[in-house]
């Protein structure tokens, strides 16, 4: 047995189905999940003494490499001063400043510890806000386990209004619509059969969590053009595409002012943070400055503002980052689709900056139906396989991969190299 196997084997016994979180577990792919030692740069370690190149990179914050000497810098110093007060500092200060300087929508700024936290509040906000009750989410799209956003939520029934999680109660899930991603016409029968109850919709403007998958021409316009007609907040869940798909998120990207941003993952830099922001008057709203209930004991860890703003200052910094992000995305799937034209395969691959995912099907991917579409087991096989070749990718289908500027040409076109022999091997 490998160590790996053997804390897995432990873990089990100790913690639910042995992981923190389910898709480390590798039930999707196959196999047992490596234990991770260390990492830096490109390059991960297991406990079983692999090296892999790194297409996960912690889901996303680990945008510059592992262990960012900024970053590492930054957290070293900001450890000689105590690990938390439960008071203001002014890390947060300069931190709420940064984001709103960086991100166009965002005008004030709450931190907390997670994703799914900024989503939930997020959405207790827009409630607050408009007094109605009602969400609109899209099938496949996922915010983070609150229980209003467990419904169809990127793998699980996509009938709509049925939790995809036991402990979601039947209340909840009936103030939870849900419509097909890239549908706008779905989106406006819903929106007509429930007249002034809809306080928000919610959507990853890009998808990563059902694999990548691109608003088309028009989506995003026209999901801003239904909110305002209708009363109705319009959040962006950039948790994922938030300083990824450029400074400013995919709102910036895509030129489409939500109401409300979501933020996690880049935003810590690899620490627990995450952030929710927008219009001065909705986060207004919020406690102590309205009546709208929030809290955080850890909220603006001066630890984690430290990693924070190391790394969103570097990336504020320096736009050559997303210049060489796109040009590693272009390499890569460029190289992907050049193998393919070999093989004689047609499988679609969505790809947008340094996101993408190749998705096991000949189908084009525009909604979580199309998604599903792909044949699991094959990507069980590919995954092992890449596996096997040195490449370490998100272990489901459902999942976008995240490239890092640590990647160099040579790096980049190993994992093309890999890619092309484990097609070959697993067809
Ligand atoms: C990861 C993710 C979340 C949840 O964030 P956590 O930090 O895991 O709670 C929410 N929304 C999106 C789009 C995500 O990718």
């Known amino acids: 047995m490998t160590t790996s196997e053997q804390l897995f084997e432990k873990a089990k016994t100790l913690i639910p189905g042995g992981v923190n979180s389910p898709v480390r577990a590798f ?12 990492a830096k740069g490109p390059y991960i370690f297991d406990e079983d003494g692999n090296r892999y190149i790194e297409l996960i990179n912690s889901w996303g914050p680990m945008v510059l490499g592992h262990a960012f000497e900024p970053v590492e810098e ?44 900024a989503t939930m509040a997020a959405v207790r906000v827009a409630r607050g806000f408009t007094g109605r009750d009602k969400l609109i989410k899209f099938e496949g799209c996922y915010h983070g386990h609150g229980d209003s956003f467990l419904i169809a939520a990127g793998s699980g029934a996509i009938t709509m209004g049925t939790p ?21 016409y779905a989106v406006e029968r ?16 890009v998808v990563g969590n059902m694999g990548c998958v691109l608003p088309e021409p028009g989506f995003l316009q026209g999901l801003r053009d239904l909110c305002d007609k209708n009363g109705i907040l319009l959040i962006f869940d950039e948790v994922m595409t938030g300083f990824r798909l450029a400074k400013g998120g995919a709102q ?38 309205g009546p709208v209930y929030q809290a955080g004991t850890l909220s603006g860890n001066p630890i984690a503002m430290s990693a924070g703003l190391a790394m969103l200052r570097h990336l504020n910094e320096h736009p050559d980052v997303y210049a060489r992000l796109e040009e590693l995305g272009t390499r890569l799937t460029d190289g992907f689709r050049a193998s393919m034209i070999k093989l004689g395969l047609d499988f679609t691959i969505n790809h947008l900056g340094s996101m993408y995912t190749l998705f096991m099907t000949e ?13 699991l087991p094959l990507f069980g096989r590919y995954f092992n396989a890449m596996l096997k070749r040195g490449i370490y990718l998100a272990p489901s289908q459902f999942e976008s991969l995240f490239l890092s500027v640590a990647l160099t040409d040579e790096l980049v076109d190993q994992v093309i190299w890999a890619n092309e022999e484990a097609l070959k091997e697993v067809i």
Do not use: W
Not at 252 to 278: C, H, Q, S, W
Not at 363 to 375: L, Q
């Open 190 to 205: 819903l929106i007509d059969a429930n007249a002034n109850q809809i306080a928000a919709v919610i959507l990853e403007p």
């Open 164 to 184: 995809d999680s036991p402990g979601v109660t039947k209340a909840t899930a009936l103030d939870t619509l849900t419509a097909p991603f890239n549908d706008l």
């Open 74 to 117: 930054a957290v070293r110093e900001a450890i000689q001063h105590s690990f938390s007060f439960g008071a203001p500092t002014r890390k947060e200060v300069e931190m709420a400043e940064l984001i709103i300087d960086m991100v166009p929508s965002v005008e004030k700024v709450r931190m907390v510890n997670s994703g799914t936290e």
């Open 27 to 38: 039930r999707a792919v196959g196999g047992n999940p490596l234990f991770i030692k260390s």
């Open 252 to 289: 910036e990207r895509f030129g489409i002012r939500p109401d409300l941003t979501t933020l996690g993952k880049i935003i810590g830099g690899g620490m627990p943070v995450g952030a929710y922001g927008g219009r001065r008057d909705i986060m207004d709203v919020v406690s102590p400055a």
């Open 363 to 375: 189908r084009p991917v525009a909604n979580f139906v199309d998604a599903k579409t792909c044949d």
